[in-house]
């Protein structure tokens, strides 16, 4: 039961400090992410969202609805594209629901499965900008320049805060009980 337990608080406090994180990493290592031609994205909102899928053991968070509502506010805040991230962080969430049923429940899996979302998530962006006439970068440099540096980035903080965050959850989930 979500709105018996402690993270009803915990979850929202976390995904609120990943989506603020995002944006001020990027702002204070811009130009660490952003050195010419490479680009390096974030992406600790959706750490949160596929962490907390696998993490929340008995206790069903609605991610679904709170990927909606930072989606939402991430293409007011963000991107200028009303649409964008309020359906790619809810895809995100499905896609990891899909993937996890297919694999057992491991690191190793859990790793895979985020490097999975992390490719399309970034992928469905440059998708998204090239037809809006955002950006007009070619599928080669968009590879080499962002989603392969973005993927390295994205899985250094997956190995990083995977074990903090576990110890988050279950530290929540047994006060509980």
């Known amino acids: ?13 976390g995904l609120l400090i990943c989506f603020f994180l ?3 990493l990027s702002k204070i290592f811009a130009p660490l992410f952003f050195a010419d031609p490479y680009s390096m994205v974030s992406c600790l909102t959706l750490l949160w969202l596929v962490l ?11 991610l679904t609805g709170f ?12 991107a200028g594209i009303w649409g964008l991230f309020i359906f790619l962080y809810p ?17 190793l899996t ?13 992928f ?20 080499v320049d962002v989603l392969a540096p973005s993927l390295a980035l994205n899985l250094v903080y997956f190995v990083l805060l995977y074990w903090p965050i576990s110890v988050i959850y279950k530290r929540a989930l047994a006060k509980q009980q």
Do not use: C, K, Q
Not at 110 to 122: C, K, M, N, R, Y
Not at 124 to 143: I, K, P, Q
């Open 22 to 24: 995002d944006g001020s």
């Open 91 to 107: 895809l995100m969430v499905w896609l990891t629901r899909v993937l996890a049923h297919s694999f057992n429940p491991s690191f």
């Open 110 to 122: 859990s790793i895979l499965i985020f490097f999975i979302d992390v490719a399309v998530f970034e």
């Open 52 to 62: 907390a899928y696998f993490f929340e053991g008995d206790v069903v968070i609605p």
């Open 124 to 143: 469905l962006n440059y998708v998204a900008y090239n037809l809006v006439g955002v950006t007009s970068m070619n599928l080669v440099d968009f590879v």
């Open 67 to 78: 990927a909606i509502v930072v989606g939402a506010v991430a293409d007011v805040y963000y």
């Open 1 to 13: 039961m979500y709105r018996l337990s402690r993270l009803r608080f915990i979850f929202p406090i």
